[in-house]
């Protein structure tokens, strides 16, 4: 089906005009229920874990296996995608997750039955997330595109405050772990419901290459595996080559690890160090996100008056502290009480409470987080050139995702014998460790790092709005099909965010020396 069969007639541009859309304001809602669902899954099968084997290596390799499956079959499961009728994949795969939700309901506390079926979920998802982004253009008019994206993203980032942080603690609270797991369950049926109502988007059935689906999409998945390796190896000459790139990897790399490990050692810590129920961590968790939307205000209103890297190490050191700090807020605790009760002035024994403690280091934390996730990612926007950023910056995102499982095993296996507050402790130091490591490695602010503030956003370069989540899945069919048009154009599988951050220009072919690596537009210097 054409999309100008498919989209309903709205004026307008703005996000409004968007939801008015009823095919799209449809597949927003299930959207909004898949993902908030997924994540108060993930926070109730925590718990359940926790609860079962009392050990941060078995919440590790819950952690993973949401993890694995999207790094190790994103490649391929856009190949199939793009050979089938999204509508039906969006119905089948949220169906599918639901009944595999309801089966983790009677496997109890079973874990490894729900290890195994929640990698089930996650396969399945692998293939849901790509359908879902290539509905978008076949509901939305172009000139709606940017608008219906940002809403996919907004989605997106908030889902897991929403799911994890909200949505899960409190239906545990009121119903149980194991009675929010059916509640998932429908609400995957319900997402079943909403894209059943969605036109068809059927591939189109001129290419020879949809005739010939089994052979063909085999052969297809082979050419995607091998550009996503060929592109790991882009990734890695352009990354060595370009210490800035490096340096912001790292800082990300650092970011995602942290919220991993903080995962697998949150039920303990409540549990252990705050003598709270496993559920209760969300008393870390709540502090953490609002201190994340802190940080993201003082940076858009003072962030112009410091340069970016310095805000970037600074975030790190106090990261580094404050988490050490939580690792020992029980005797800092007590240390005020005992001061509380010497003085006769005011009562502030609320305020000396360990909860009160946590809470407030928490909070300060999630400040410096935002001081280093935000900044870095905005770094690495502005230094990778337009002509290699489409290609590349998914491979880097890769590489971080992938840098994240060694700490989450870790952690968990480690806490499991030296105790939580302690891995708590190790891993402040070694942040802190990191952001000092920065300042004494790269020396003074150059020139243009001074120049280089932390409110500076990427300004959005103007593409086609259509061609930027599409352009990676357009590459992998023109590389096995030379002069043959893609089945339905060149339906996307990227990310529903790809077109508002992260792929830019994509259109533009990478530029190389003669050497072969990857190098800038204008042939700019190394970032030293």
């Not at 050419?223 to 996503?228: D, G, K, L, R």
Request: with cysteine; aromatic share 8%.
């Amino acid at each position: 089906m054409t999309n100008a069969t498919a989209i309903a007639p709205t004026s307008g541009t703005g996000p409004s005009a968007v939801l008015r859309n009823r095919p799209f304001l449809l597949l927003w809602l299930a959207q909004a229920a898949t993902q908030i669902g997924g994540n108060m899954v993930l926070f109730g099968l925590t718990l359940i874990v926790v609860d079962a084997t009392g050990s941060a290596a078995a919440v590790s390799a819950l952690i993973l296996t949401f993890l694995v499956p999207a790094v190790l079959l994103s490649a391929v499961a856009g190949v199939y995608v793009d050979r089938l009728d999204r509508r039906l994949i969006l119905i089948v795969t949220n169906v599918s997750r639901g009944i595999a939700i309801a089966l983790i309901f009677f496997a109890g506390d079973n874990v490894l039955a729900i290890l195994v079926l929640n990698v089930v979920v996650s396969t399945i998802t692998v293939f849901f997330a790509p359908a879902e982004a290539a509905m978008i253009p076949v509901l939305v008019p172009r000139h709606q595109l940017l608008a219906a994206n940002g809403i996919f993203t907004l989605t997106l980032n908030g889902a897991f405050a929403l799911g994890f942080a909200l949505g899960g603690p409190l239906l545990v609270t009121l119903f149980g772990a194991n009675t929010l797991i059916l509640i998932v369950a429908a609400l995957y049926l319900v997402a079943a419901i909403f894209c059943w109502t969605l036109p068809s988007a059927a591939p189109s059935t001129d290419a020879p290459a949809t005739r010939a689906f089994g052979l063909q999409a085999a052969v297809e998945a082979e050419h995607a595996v091998e550009s996503t390796l060929a592109q790991l190896r882009e990734g890695f000459d352009y990354i060595r080559g370009h210490r800035n790139i490096t340096w912001s990897l790292i800082y990300l790399g650092i970011a995602a690890s942290l919220v991993g490990v903080l995962g697998v050692l949150g039920p303990n810590f409540a549990r252990e160090t705050l003598g709270l129920k496993s559920k209760d961590f969300v008393v870390i968790v709540l502090p953490l996100g609002a201190g994340i939307v802190m940080g993201i205000l003082l940076l858009n209103t003072y962030g112009k008056y410091l340069p970016r890297r310095r805000v970037i190490e600074g975030g790190l050191v106090a990261l580094g502290v404050l988490l050490a700090l939580l690792s020992i807020s029980g005797p800092i605790s007590r240390f005020l009480q005992s001061a509380d009760r010497s003085s006769t002035l005011l009562d502030l024994s609320a305020l000396t409470s360990l909860l009160a403690i946590v809470v407030v280091i928490a909070f300060f934390a999630g400040i410096a987080y935002g001081f280093v996730a935000i900044p870095s990612q905005t770094q690495l926007q502005e230094d990778l050139p337009e002509d290699v950023r489409g290609r590349v910056f998914g491979v880097l995102n890769m590489l971080v995702s992938v840098s994240s499982f060694l700490p989450i095993i870790v952690a968990g296996y480690i806490a499991d014998r030296v105790g939580t507050t302690t891995v708590i402790f190790v891993v402040g130091f070694f942040i802190g460790a990191a952001g000092i490591a920065s300042i004494v490695r790269r020396g003074a602010l150059q020139p243009a790092e001074a120049l280089s503030t932390a409110d500076a956003m990427v300004r959005p370069v103007r593409v086609d709005p259509i061609a930027v989540p599409s352009a990676e899945p357009a590459r992998a069919y023109e590389r096995a099909h030379p002069g043959i048009p893609g089945p339905g154009g060149t339906p996307a599988v990227s990310r529903p965010d790809a077109a508002m951050t992260e792929t830019v220009a994509v259109e533009t072919p990478i530029r190389r020396s003669a050497s072969g690596t990857p190098r800038r537009r204008h042939d700019d210097p190394k970032d030293d």
